[in-house]
């Protein structure tokens, strides 16, 4: 495992262009014990490009949805990291690790066995909505120009500052009991940046018994299902990707240009709004290319990404 793989929510790099590969996405069913990193670098050689990157990075346990950009389409990556996200969590009370999931160093231990399901659902309602949560400290958020896992690793834990999540929905969906411990199946909707671990570490310590992560899997990151994604063991039977414009339509809001339009945002030309705010959205030329990602502002609506030569 890489230390820099312990990140729930950010997007990977692309590498530099090979000849022949087609642009689009690959929607891969990551599995448990590889980083987002080793699943880019398994997608690279079925390519046969090494301009690949990922949206989302899944720690190395965690499984489900990795949305995988190829030649063009890593273009697209930045804008669709910052899509929310959907999971299944399961998450022991009654230990607290060193990490907040189970590849950590259990570090305090309480019994759970006399929690209630009804305890448990209550202290999950003030860790939904709009909330403040504190990262985990083996992360990869900087301090003072060092990511944090690696001053915990140095002996000197960082003390992160809480940051804005909204976590649309924690809730919880079942419970099994084992001695003093007690497992807790969670259905979570949040925005990027939400550490799910760090979920768990709060719902124990507002238990007063320790909580970790022991199994996370990602069924949707934005309008990526998990019934859309495919194996690598698939992936190696039949490489292909869903294209460049089709998978920026089934991303972003759509607007058609005409093929005045079309040429001036080409070269990179502004055009007035259209009444599409501020999130990105994809525009296209009178047949079918995609031409650009745009976003309004102050009135205009300005390229953010250009596909076109």
């Known amino acids: 495992m890489t230390a820099a793989s312990r990140r729930d929510g950010s997007g990977g790099p692309a590498a530099p262009s090979g000849p022949g590969a087609a642009s689009g996405l690959v929607i891969v069913d990551k599995p448990a014990g590889m980083t987002s990193h080793d699943v880019v670098a398994r997608i690279r050689r079925m390519a046969g490009t090494r301009r690949v990157g990922h949206a989302g990075t899944l720690d190395p346990m965690a499984t489900g949805v990795l949305v995988v950009g190829v030649e063009k389409a890593t273009r697209l990556l930045g804008h669709l990291t910052m899509a929310d996200k959907e999971y299944l969590a399961t998450i022991r009370l009654g230990q607290a690790t060193s990490t907040d999931d189970a590849e950590g160093d259990v570090i305090a231990s309480a019994s759970a066995g006399g929690l209630t399901e009804h305890a448990v659902r209550a202290a999950a309602g003030p860790l939904t909505g709009d909330i403040q949560q504190v990262p985990p400290g083996v992360s990869a958020i900087k301090v003072a120009g060092k990511r944090a ?8 834990a960082p003390q992160l500052a809480a940051r804005p999540v909204t976590v649309a929905s924690f809730d919880i969906t079942a419970i099994r009991r084992h001695g003093d411990l007690v497992d807790a199946d969670a259905a979570v ?36 299902r998990i019934e859309a994604a495919r ?79």
Request: charged fraction near 20%; hydrophobic fraction near 45%.
């Open 231 to 309: 194996t690598l063991g698939e992936l190696a039977a039949d490489f292909t990707v869903t294209p460049l414009a089709e998978a920026a339509a089934a991303a972003f809001p759509r607007l058609d240009l005409t093929e005045d339009q079309a040429r001036k945002v080409a070269h990179g030309a502004r055009l007035p709004a259209a009444g599409l705010g501020s999130a990105p959205a994809a525009v296209f030329g009178p047949d079918g290319a995609l031409i650009a990602l745009m976003r309004e502002d102050n009135g205009q609506a300005r390229p953010l990404a250009v596909f076109v030569p």
């Open 189 to 224: 909707t949040c925005s990027s940046g939400t550490y799910v671990r760090a979920l768990a570490r709060d719902l124990g310590q507002a238990l007063g018994v320790g909580g970790h992560l022991i199994a996370l899997r990602r069924i949707r990151s934005g309008s990526y």
């Open 149 to 156: 896992y690696w001053l915990t690793r140095e002996g000197n």
